[in-house]
């Protein structure tokens, strides 16, 4: 494991954690826990080989990483019922998409 790979993994960890402390601090269990499940969208790189490149760039290569779904991840995050998981997602796509570029 390189370290930009460990690094992208703690981001993709204390991220939305962090987003929880700072806005919604008194549900703050829930908020992590929704927001972390936003890290699911992953399994869709069970679908290729090798299951986990560190040099290939997630956002449009797999399923529910492509271009055409993260407005679907926006319009979730202002939905108030779905907003948690939304931000989760978003979240993840951001950080995936930063370690694109860098």
Same mark, same amino acid.
């Given at each position: 494991?390189?370290? $930009?790979?460990?690094?992208? &993994? @703690?981001?993709?960890?204390?991220?939305?954690?962090?987003?929880? %402390? *700072?806005?919604?601090?008194?549900?703050?269990?829930?908020? $992590?826990?929704?927001?972390?499940?936003? !890290? /699911?969208?992953?399994?869709?790189? *069970?679908? %290729? +080989?090798? &299951? &986990?490149?560190?040099?290939?760039? $997630?956002?449009?290569?797999?399923?529910?990483?492509? =271009? !055409?779904?993260?407005?679907? =991840?926006?319009? /979730?995050?202002?939905?108030?019922? +779905?907003?948690?998981?939304?931000?989760?997602?978003?979240?993840?796509? %951001?950080?995936? !998409? @930063?370690?694109? =570029?860098?």
């Amino acid at each position: 494991m390189t370290l $930009s790979f460990a690094i992208h &993994i @703690i981001l993709h960890m204390t991220v939305p954690v962090l987003v929880a %402390v *700072l806005f919604y601090r008194d549900q703050l269990r829930f908020a $992590s826990l929704m927001m972390l499940a936003g !890290w /699911l969208i992953d399994f869709d790189h *069970l679908l %290729v +080989t090798p &299951i &986990i490149d560190q040099d290939r760039c $997630s956002i449009g290569f797999h399923l529910l990483h492509r =271009y !055409w779904i993260v407005p679907i =991840y926006a319009i /979730l995050a202002l939905i108030p019922k +779905t907003r948690l998981i939304g931000l989760g997602l978003l979240i993840h796509v %951001v950080l995936d !998409w @930063i370690d694109c =570029y860098l």
